[in-house]
């Protein structure tokens, strides 16, 4: 075990890749599941960087199967999926899951005439899976999927898999680091330090507050008055004091900036009472 709160996503990839090869350890498989939600986790993982998705696919895991990335559809699509329950891997969630109707709000396949919800393909994974990663904040606590008035009665990965050791992930997107260093961390080290709503410490153990670039301002009470303003946004609705993330110091879109960066209030996304908590995202 590291003390993983000071290591980067890359370093701990670095030393994954070194793990793997000095130990000659087989590549652990990843089945990547999208469920209720608009499958934003998995273009942000497409957008990393440092690595990116193609290293991570290429040195570290293999990909047997992902909505979006599968190159077969329909039932074909569906026997990827039962091929790879077969193996040893990683289980990634991202999205809620819709229970309504028995879980007929989110198709996963239908196949040899009967359909297969979303729900049920995720218990199936679940079951079989060696470790289970609920990535974005709607697979982590409900998110916008479960927002009210919430049609589709969906509920998080989480509660959802109440009877598993489920790591949560949030963030609407999850940051590509915090997903990439978390799998890092499972390869070579085994579970990552989690705080008490099992998110890993290495990435969530302080508020966007807490690096903020405009704490100072804070400090002082000096508060901007209206968007676009240079000093602290708490009095405009930032939610930054009460969001763990590490945002401030890692940025977003290949480490150039984040929310605050660029005169927007922290809108609280990766914490657990978002969206309805949270709102109204802009107070004046």
């Known amino acids: 075990m590291i003390d993983s709160k000071s290591q980067t ?4 990839i670095n030393q994954s890749i070194d793990y793997i090869k000095q130990n000659n350890v ?11 939600g608009c499958s934003g986790n998995i273009i942000s993982l497409l957008n990393g960087e440092n690595p990116g998705l193609y290293f991570l696919l290429k040195e570290m895991v293999n990909l047997k199967y992902d909505n979006s990335l599968s190159p077969y559809q329909g039932e074909r ?4 999926f039962l091929e790879a329950l077969n193996t040893e891997f990683i289980l990634v969630v991202e999205g809620a899951i819709s229970l309504k109707d028995g879980g007929l709000y989110s198709v996963f396949a239908r196949y040899k005439g009967k359909i297969i919800t979303t729900a049920k393909a995720v218990r199936m994974a679940a079951d079989k899976a060696k470790y289970i990663l609920a990535v974005g904040t709607c697979s982590s606590f ?3 999927s479960s927002a009210s008035p919430n049609p589709s009665e969906s509920i998080s990965t989480f509660d959802y898999l ?3 050791t489920v790591i949560r992930i949030p963030g609407c997107p999850a940051h590509p ?12 080290f085994g579970m990552p330090l989690l705080d008490e709503k099992n998110r890993p410490l290495m990435f969530y ?24 303003d240079a000093e602290c946004m708490f009095k405009l609705g930032c939610r930054g004091p009460v969001t763990k993330a590490d945002c401030p110091i890692r940025k977003w879109n290949q480490y ?3 929310p605050i960066g660029d005169n927007t209030p922290c809108i609280g996304c990766a914490q657990d009472n978002f969206p309805d908590g949270m709102e109204p995202f802009v107070r004046y």
């Open 77 to 80: 699509a569906f026997e990827e």
């Open 162 to 164: 109440n009877d598993k």
């Open 256 to 258: 150039v900036n984040y």
């Open 26 to 36: 087989p590549k652990l498989n990843l089945i990547w599941l999208e469920a209720t």
């Open 205 to 228: 153990s302080l508020t966007v507050h807490d690096g903020c670039t405009r704490r100072s301002f804070f400090n002082k009470g000096i508060f901007a008055q209206k968007l676009g």
């Open 142 to 144: 409900g998110g916008i």
């Open 9 to 12: 996503a890359m370093t701990l």
């Open 177 to 188: 680091d915090w997903v990439t260093g978390t799998i890092a961390h499972l390869i070579s």
